[in-house]
T-cell receptor, first 116, second 115 residues
Framework: GENVEQHPSTLSVQEGDSAVIKCTYSDSASNYFPWYKQELGKGPQLIID?????GEKKDQRIAVTLNKTAKHFSLHITETQPEDSAVYFC???????????????FGKGTLLTVNP | DTGVSQNPRHKITKRGQNVTFRCDPI?????LYWYRQTLGQGPEFLTY????????KSRLLSDRFSAERPKGSFSTLEIQRTEQGDSAMYLC?????????????FGPGTRLTVL
């Protein structure tokens, strides 16, 4: 089955700096890669996603890059703000191909702290 | 679009008791997923429904766990004879079919504590 590794497990930055979180996956058939933000006591909130036919996607201060050959993808947050502090999860899915039924395999998460 | 809702938000029970959680997906989403999340870990897939059909169950889902989605709308997850190891956050997610159908939206979760 799929295995997703996520690094670092904790990340502390100063407000205004950039933050980068990296993930690798093992299943070459995975073709959908979402990122979720989870605040304490809440469910994961989708912040951005990318599909395997795209190498990069950007939404305001958030961007995701995908390297299918190397099987890794990264989340980039620019101009970080204290409200960006949360746990971030990457995930991978086959998107329904091969009978996988769209299930997501998650990394273990990165605790991002943005210091004012 | 009111989002995915889950009830109850918190449940404390004694070992050996049965518990049932409910998930209401985003309206018109015909795919529904259950995940379990323990402290410091990412969510782990438990089971998946398309309409009322349960199409996949993880081996994490022991015989004490059962999930239903009788009319293809809300879903319930029941745990029988709870054990302390069942303590976790149980998350429900839903998605649509068609374009963007792999995008899953999560509810707030039900936190289960087994004493």
């Amino acid at each position: 089955g799929e295995n997703v590794e996520q690094h670092p497990s904790t990340l502390s930055v100063q407000e205004g700096d950039s933050a980068v979180i990296k993930c690798t996956y093992s299943d070459s058939a995975s073709n959908y890669f979402p990122w979720y933000k989870q605040e304490l006591g809440k469910g994961p909130q989708l912040i951005i996603d990318i599909r395997s036919n795209v190498g990069e996607k950007k939404d305001q201060r958030i961007a995701v890059t995908l390297n299918k050959t190397a099987k890794h993808f990264s989340l980039h947050i620019t101009e970080t703000q204290p409200e960006d502090s949360a746990v971030y999860f990457c995930a991978a899915s086959r998107g329904g191909s091969g009978g996988s039924n769209y299930k997501l395999t998650f990394g273990k998460g990165t605790l991002l702290t943005v210091n004012p | 679009d009111t989002g995915v809702s889950q009830n109850p938000r918190h449940k404390i029970t004694k070992r050996g008791q049965n518990v049932t959680f409910r998930c209401d997906p985003i309206s018109e989403h015909n795919r529904l997923y259950w995940y379990r999340q323990t402290l410091g870990q990412g969510p782990e897939f438990l089971t998946y429904f398309q309409n009322e059909a349960q199409l996949e169950k993880s081996r994490l889902l022991s015989d004490r766990f059962s999930a239903e989605r009788p009319k293809g709308s809300f879903s319930t997850l029941e745990i029988q004879r709870t054990e302390q190891g069942d303590s976790a956050m149980y998350l429900c997610a839903s998605s649509s079919t068609g374009r963007g159908g792999d995008t899953q939206y999560f509810g707030p979760g039900t936190r289960l504590t087994v004493l």
